[in-house]
């Protein structure tokens, strides 16, 4: 889903470092009585900060109950295979009305009459997210729709590198200021995006992949707070979903799991994939990781660590 745009214009910014170079002047350093007073906010913080963590902790004693999704309406893109079919079928369960938008058209559309059957949801198909707009007021949107890394010897070809960062990036940028309007306007909604385990643990072997899967967990993670900033928080809500192998398309995995170490790890079911995800949404987490045995504070613990220590610790993890 990419705009249209003049292809000889090259936008504002381009324009704006066109411009002669004018630097900031110099900025006085903070006084230490200025300093002194960030040490007294943070012993602030820390006391604020008490009935917060309270909080968090009953939550997680005491989970809410899920909400409730049914008759809404949610748009997945590349809902007609892999991940996203899975995510499609869990939705369907709760009574949501489910639009996929992919360029796969046969099960796509083999998908949504399976759907309108079996569950008694109303289901479309669409190549093109654009032509989606005006279906519905949209209050959910999950994109579900990443190339996982090509066993292609030119992967790393001008095309393929432009095909990787405008699927797995740019196109959120597109979706989301199509309809996050909207999700404003009704003070309700939900934003899913398909990260990867390779944002907080690289591999080594996947550099295309793996910068445009860090650049989705940032998206998000900006997002969210902008979100807060709208003043909509609570009502519009976001998670970012962080896979490690799941078995999609045959090809794929059975490049990544000829990697080193790989080969040991587990492999998800798209099936549970997708249950995890929707119950995710359901309980509004802003972070899963798939399989959910594991939890992203967990790997942000580990991708601080020395590198050393990360390598060795999956070497000894998942040796043969």
């Known amino acids: 889903m990419i705009p249209s745009a003049d292809p000889d214009s090259r936008g504002s910014l381009y324009e704006f470092q066109l411009q002669p170079y004018n630097p900031t002047p110099p900025v006085p350093p903070k006084s230490l009585w200025h300093q002194f007073k960030r040490v007294v906010y943070f012993v602030e913080f820390l006391f604020k900060s008490v009935p917060l963590w309270l909080r968090v902790f009953s939550n997680w004693l005491f989970p809410k109950p899920p909400k409730i999704i049914t008759n809404w309406n949610a748009l997945v893109t590349g809902g007609a295979n892999g991940i996203g079919s899975g995510v499609v079928l869990e939705l369907a369960k709760c009574g949501c009305n489910v639009i996929i938008a992919d360029l796969d058209e046969v099960n796509g559309e083999r998908i ?26 949209w209050t959910s ?6 190339p996982c890394p090509s066993p292609s010897s030119d992967e790393y070809s001008p095309a393929n590198l432009q095909r990787m960062m405008d699927v797995n990036i740019l196109s959120h940028f597109w979706t989301v200021k199509t309809f996050l309007p909207g999700m404003y306007e ?7 995006g398909l990260s990867s385990r390779t944002a907080y643990a690289p591999t080594g072997y996947m ?22 900033h709208a003043g909509y928080e609570g009502e519009v809500v976001t998670t970012s979903v962080f896979p490690a192998v799941i078995a999609t398309r045959k090809e794929s995995i059975g490049t990544l799991l000829s990697l080193p170490g790989y080969s040991e790890m587990d492999v998800t079911t798209v099936e549970e994939c997708g249950r995890q995800i929707v119950n995710a949404i359901l309980r509004n987490k802003r972070k899963l990781f798939v399989p959910d045995t594991f ?18 610790l999956k070497e000894e993890l998942f040796k043969r």
């Open 186 to 192: 009704r003070r309700r909604g939900h934003v899913v």
């Open 207 to 228: 550099r295309n992949y793996a910068t445009s899967k860090y650049a989705v967990r940032g998206f998000m993670e900006e997002l969210h707070d902008e979100i807060y």
């Open 295 to 312: 939890q992203t504070w967990q790997l942000a613990l580990f991708e601080d660590l020395p590198r050393k220590i990360t390598r060795l």
């Open 112 to 137: 949504v009459q399976e759907l309108k059957k079996k569950y008694r949801i109303k289901a479309g198909f669409y190549r093109d997210a654009k032509s989606s707009t005006t279906l519905a007021p």
């Open 141 to 146: 949107w999950s994109t579900m729709r990443a």
